[in-house]
DNA sequence: GGTAGGATTACG
DNA sequence: GTAATCCTACCT
């Protein structure tokens, strides 16, 4: 379960397990995205979530669809879809091919300002799967894209020095239900860094 | 072709 | 509490 690559990037074979697994796996790691003109924003995951298949408050529940199609494909592509017709969530696609399953990425540790004017303080500005995208510039047309190194979003493994202070105790790990959802709230599949100014308050 | 509702956020 | 805002899915 708690099995981590230090290696960056991550490889596909590392998201082709269970998402209950990537999904606490993946906090520490850090979301990269690079510009066309070469400029990068990094942020480390503090704040995810789970969603599969045979879970009501999963897109894929209700059978493949064209928007869905992506969480049914191979573990290692971003799912981004639109929310609430304004803002965008990042997901990461998890599991075998034909089973549907992904990460909601909620929140992010920005290690640098953006360049963009982005108003507030550094570690609020990607507080939330919505704000997260929209100061990383993620839309739908990261859609079904995988996350390598050649592409404008990937991910990189735990730091050696995030592992070991994590193995130390530094950065508790808590696990509790999912938020905003009207089906299968009941679920402990949220994960999140304690006392992490950028995770959801509730 | 019409429409209800949503894995959100900021503001009062 | 509620407005902003529009795609997606599910009807007819």
Redesign the pocket.
Known sequence: MTEVKPIAPIEQSWFNRSVLAVAPDLIGCTIVRQFPDGQQLRGLIVET?A?QQDDP???GY?GK????EVMFGEAGYAYV???????H?L?VVTDRAGFAS?V?IRALQLESMPTQPFSGKLDRLAA????LCQVMQID?SHNAQPLTLDQAIWVEGRSFSWQQQFEAGQHPLMQTTR????QAQDLPWRWYLKGNPAVSKT
């Open positions: 979530e969603y408050g999963c897109h209700r669809t064209p928007r869905t879809y639109l929310i609430y017709g304004m803002y969530c997901n992904a909601l939330g799967p919505g704000k739908r938020i905003g959802l009207s």
